[in-house]
Antibody, heavy 115, light 112 residues
Framework: QVQLQESGPGLVKPSETLSLTCTVSGGSISSYYWSWIRQPPGKGLEWIGYIYYSGSTKYNPSLKSRVTISVDTSKNQFSLKLSSVTAADTAVYYC?????????WGQGTLVTVSS | QSVLTQPPSVSGAPGQRVTISCTGS?????????VHWYQQLPGTAPKLLIYDNSNRPSGVPDRFSGSKSGTSASLAITGLQAEDEADYYCQSYDSSLSGSKVFGGGTKLTVL
């Protein structure tokens, strides 16, 4: 059974860079796409972007200028960086296996942007 | 404003049937892209409920079904149970603006 676990700081200051890592266990990160999805408190889901195990990426156009997703196949991990954050980036961030549909989800991690 | 439009809320009594609509456009559902549905119980991560318009992952009861026609899709839940009370999201792909995976705004299902 594939499991995903997000890790990273729960508090980030405005204008700084949010950094999260997702560790995949129970299966190889190879041969799949891997996405980040976020959910502001009390609101809906927003797709941030995905990475293929080979390193190719695609980002949500609305966030593209601030997002970088990378992969480390040796550690079975992929990561998210979101720069120049504001309070509007406060959300639960999920890492997800992306096989066209999002079939395996991490538990999510709340990241709050505040000084 | 979500690219896919869902009703904010629906409700039904135990045992009843409810449907949740997901309306898109010619750049997403109408273009032939598949629709997937997710169930989010309170305080938990979303769970894949229906994939590729009408398929159920292993373990999802057959009380849940999905369909797609034209620029819309629907999720139907029959024999409503208290445990079905949750938020439901549709998701597809939109080919406009460089392409993006898109979600509906979500529908809160209340079991009366």
């Amino acid at each position: 059974q594939v499991q995903l676990q997000e890790s990273g700081p729960g508090l980030v200051k405005p204008s700084e860079t949010l950094s999260l890592t997702c560790t995949v266990s129970g299966g190889s990160i190879s041969s799949y796409y891997w996405s980040w999805i976020r959910q502001p408190p009390g609101k809906g889901l927003e797709w941030i972007g995905y990475i293929y195990y080979s390193g190719s990426t695609k980002y949500n156009p609305s966030l593209k200028s601030r997002v970088t997703i990378s992969v480390d196949t040796s550690k079975n991990q992929f990561s998210l960086k979101l720069s120049s954050v504001t309070a509007a980036d406060t959300a639960v961030y999920y890492c997800v296996r992306d096989g066209g549909r999002f079939d395996y989800w991490g538990q999510g991690t709340l990241v709050t942007v505040s000084s | 404003q979500s690219v896919l439009t869902q009703p904010p809320s629906v409700s039904g009594a135990p045992g009843q049937r409810v449907t949740i609509s997901c309306t898109g456009s010619s750049s997403n559902i109408g273009a032939g892209y598949d629709v997937h549905w997710y169930q989010q119980l309170p305080g938990t991560a979303p769970k894949l409920l229906i994939y590729d318009n009408s398929n159920r992952p292993s373990g999802v009861p057959d009380r849940f079904s999905g369909s797609k026609s034209g620029t819309s899709a629907s999720l139907a839940i029959t024999g409503l149970q208290a445990e079905d009370e949750a938020d439901y999201y549709c998701q597809s792909y939109d080919s406009s603006l460089s392409g993006s995976k898109v979600f509906g705004g979500g529908t809160k299902l209340t079991v009366l």
